[in-house]
């Protein structure tokens, strides 16, 4: 079991910055590979950013270049630096763990946070 729990989110201006962050119960090392979703209203769930427990990052089109994925792994807690935010930024943001086991067989584990609100307007 892996709880997430999110915070940072909130109400911001085109332009400004929001830093959102995701505290795991167990040590994020023993996570292959922790993300950020995002999910606007009529829209479908899609990745923001990924990290894997070695470092590689992944970034959604939209975001790249304004937005930075990164770990606490002493902390264990994902970031998510969000720069230079747009009005089509707005929607819940969702942490997600994701956890393969292998012994004698292969299991794999999707946990999910709560969600945090990010709207952007003027």
């Known amino acids: 079991q892996v709880q997430l729990v999110e915070s940072g989110g909130g109400l911001v201006q085109p332009g400004g910055t929001l830093r959102l962050s995701c505290a795991a119960s167990?040590?994020?090392?023993?996570?292959?590979?922790m993300a950020w979703y995002r999910q606007a209203p009529g829209k479908e769930r899609e990745l923001v950013a990924s990290?894997?427990?070695?470092?590689?990052?992944n970034y959604g089109d939209s975001v790249k270049g304004r937005f930075t994925i990164s770990r606490d792994n002493a902390k264990n807690t994902l970031y998510l630096q969000m720069n230079n935010l747009k009005p089509e930024d707005t929607a819940v943001y969702y942490c997600?763990?994701?956890?393969?086991?292998?012994?004698?067989?292969?299991?794999?584990?999707?946990?999910w946070g709560q969600g945090t609100q990010v709207t952007v307007s003027s």
């Open positions: 997600n763990a994701h956890v393969v086991l292998v012994t004698t067989t292969t299991l794999q584990y999707n946990y």
């Open positions: 990290i894997t427990s070695g470092g590689s990052q």
């Open positions: 167990r040590r994020i090392l023993s996570i292959n590979v």
